[in-house]
């Protein structure tokens, strides 16, 4: 799926950049590793849920909604 329409950059570009690596990067460290740099920005926020996806899967996220992803309902209401 493409999460950012001005970089044409996909889901599986930003998991791809992540790695294994748990550590959270910003999206402008992310767009910065792919060569590119954010311009509307309307992206990020669906970035940021990715990169906390990402972590939650590589086991840093306990599932106990300390993180955006977790709190993603409450965050889009
Ligand atoms: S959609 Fe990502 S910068 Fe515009």
């Given at each position: ?52 996806q990402h ?13 955006d992803s ?8």
């Amino acid at each position: 799926m493409i999460l950012c329409s001005c970089n044409v950059l996909s889901d599986r570009d930003i998991r791809e950049r992540l790695g294994d690596s748990p550590s959270r990067r910003s999206p402008g460290a992310l767009f910065r590793q792919l060569g590119c740099e954010p311009k509307c920005g309307r992206c990020i926020r669906n970035i940021l849920a990715t990169i906390d996806q990402h972590r939650a899967t590589a086991g840093e996220c306990a599932g106990e909604g300390a993180c955006d992803s977790c709190r993603a309902d409450e965050l889009a209401a």
